[in-house]
T-cell receptor
């Protein structure tokens, strides 16, 4: 069964810093990996989807990389802003197949200090 | 609207009461998923529909949980005889295809509190 781990569990940094969030998964036979953002009391907002054939995806100040063979992904946030404060979750399809739900990590709770 | 819509946003139920949670997926999305998220945890998979067919219900925690999507669009998650351990946020997600190939979009969730 796929397991997803996110490190660190929590992170607090001053505004303007670049930072890296880590995600690891136990079964490397994944089709894709998705990063989400969750604000308190809200649902999940999709940030980036990386297909297994890709090594990275970029959206604005966000860059996600995927190393499938080592079971790792990173989310890089450049020039962090207070509005980036949220919980960041990574997720992979449960068994690598097409009809399965996602397995999530527990998330990284990020606070950007003004 | 264009996104996944869930109702109610908040639900307080007395222990033993039955509840029904509704999800309106994005129009045209074939796949619909329900997840349960406990406080401080990531969402956990409950069940999956492809159109009206429930293809996977392996994540439903007990036979008190039941989900349906009779016309392949709106879905309802029903919890019978609610217990305190059912307190959580219930998230619905939809995608155009399966999660292997396409992006999943989530609703705002329903926060269920059983007292």
């Amino acid at each position: 069964k796929q397991e997803v781990t996110q490190i660190p569990a929590a992170l607090s940094v001053p505004e303007g810093e670049n930072l890296v969030l880590n995600c690891s998964f136990t079964d490397s036979a994944i089709y894709n990996l998705q990063w989400f953002r969750q604000d308190p009391g809200k649902g999940l907002t999709s940030l980036l989807l990386i297909q297994s054939s890709q090594r990275e995806q970029t959206s604005g100040r966000l860059n996600a990389s995927l190393d499938k063979s080592s079971g790792r992904s990173t989310l890089y946030i450049a020039a962090s802003q207070p509005g980036d404060s949220a919980t960041y979750l990574c997720a992979v399809p449960d068994s690598g197949g097409g009809a399965d739900g996602l397995t999530f990590g527990k998330g990284t709770h990020l606070i950007i200090q003004p | 609207g264009a996104g996944v819509s869930q109702s109610p946003r908040y639900k307080v139920a007395k222990r033993g009461q039955d509840v029904a949670l509704r999800c309106d997926p994005i129009s045209g999305h074939v796949s619909l998923f329900w997840y349960q998220q406990a406080l401080g945890q990531g969402p956990e998979f409950l069940t999956y529909f492809q159109n009206e067919a429930q293809l996977d219900k392996s994540g439903l925690p007990s036979d008190r949980f039941f989900a349906e999507r009779p016309e392949g669009s709106v879905s309802t998650l029903k919890i019978q005889r609610t217990q305190q351990e059912d307190s959580a946020v219930y998230l619905c997600a939809s995608s155009f295809g399966g999660t292997a190939n396409t992006e999943a979009f989530f609703g705002q969730g329903t926060r269920l509190t059983v007292v």
